[in-house]
């Protein structure tokens, strides 16, 4: 095969492609879902915890692209010495996916502790059980564990069938696919809580307490 072939070979392979790609995502548009009501709706007390507001940095807002951020401390005296903090990020686009844990964390000085994660499951009021990722981290000295997961809202089979595709979520398909979302972050010290009954506790708390709050059409993932 010539040059001049071979070029209009490559042209016509990169062409089909994007003629592919817009198809795609002119088929996979979706709505973007806002919340039913405010983040700083939910609850400072959730059964027997009690929450303050945690004020965070205009750059950590602007670098987590939210639509709309609640971040707070909330303690429980059945747990004592366990304080968790909850930094919660919706996204109108879904640019929040970007931001999930083993990206942010390592750029700030921690190193994931394998040994320390797990799935955790939880039981709620729709018999639906939610799981989520515990993950730790160490800085020096310092052990923290992270309950993290998320809903994408509005998503239609079409969408969630692509979702499964081995695609990144950053490709111009993942971008297609994804609607407004949340990220749900629970900070605490893993050394304060080595079973995660705190966690689940709280979790389940802040499952029930979030349910008025987010859209009725949501899909729920756990893995960062």
């Given at each position: 095969?010539?040059?001049?072939?071979?070029?209009i070979?490559?042209?016509?392979?990169?062409?089909?492609?994007?003629?592919?790609?817009?198809?795609?995502?002119a088929a996979?548009?979706?709505?973007r879902?806002?919340?039913?009501?405010?983040?700083?709706?939910?609850?400072?007390?959730?059964?027997?915890?009690?929450?303050?507001?945690?004020?965070?940095?205009?750059?950590?807002?602007?670098?987590?692209?939210?639509?709309?951020?609640?971040?707070?401390?909330?303690?429980?005296?059945?747990?004592?010495?366990?304080?968790?903090?909850?930094?919660?990020?919706?996204?109108?686009?879904?640019?929040?996916?970007?931001?999930?844990?083993?990206?942010?964390?390592p750029?700030?000085?921690?190193?994931?502790?394998e040994?320390?994660?797990?799935?955790?499951?939880?039981?709620?009021?729709?018999?639906?059980?939610i799981?989520?990722?515990?993950?730790?981290?160490?800085?020096?000295?310092?052990?923290?564990?992270?309950?993290?997961?998320?809903?994408?809202?509005?998503?239609?089979?079409?969408?969630?069938?692509?979702?499964?595709?081995?695609?990144?979520?950053?490709?111009?398909?993942?971008?297609?696919?994804?609607?407004?979302?949340?990220?749900?972050?629970?900070?605490?010290?893993?050394?304060r809580?080595?079973?995660?009954?705190?966690?689940?506790?709280?979790?389940?708390?802040?499952?029930?307490?979030?349910?008025?709050?987010?859209?009725?059409?949501?899909a729920?993932y756990?893995?960062?």
């Amino acid at each position: 095969m010539t040059v001049r072939r071979r070029i209009i070979v490559g042209v016509a392979i990169v062409g089909i492609g994007l003629m592919a790609q817009a198809g795609l995502e002119a088929a996979c548009g979706i709505n973007r879902t806002p919340l039913r009501r405010p983040l700083a709706s939910l609850p400072k007390t959730m059964g027997d915890w009690v929450g303050a507001e945690d004020p965070v940095t205009e750059q950590l807002v602007l670098q987590a692209q939210a639509t709309e951020y609640l971040s707070r401390v909330y303690e429980c005296r059945r747990y004592p010495g366990l304080q968790v903090r909850i930094w919660l990020n919706y996204s109108i686009r879904g640019d929040n996916l970007r931001h999930s844990p083993k990206i942010c964390l390592p750029s700030g000085g921690w190193t994931e502790d394998e040994a320390r994660n797990r799935l955790v499951e939880l039981q709620t009021s729709s018999n639906s059980p939610i799981t989520l990722s515990r993950l730790g981290y160490r800085k020096g000295d310092l052990v923290s564990d992270i309950g993290f997961w998320y809903y994408i809202f509005g998503e239609g089979r079409l969408q969630t069938y692509i979702r499964r595709l081995p695609i990144t979520s950053q490709s111009s398909y993942g971008r297609a696919t994804r609607g407004s979302s949340i990220t749900i972050e629970i900070f605490y010290p893993g050394d304060r809580d080595p079973d995660g009954e705190g966690l689940k506790d709280f979790a389940g708390q802040l499952v029930r307490n979030l349910d008025p709050i987010l859209p009725e059409s949501r899909a729920t993932y756990y893995l960062p």
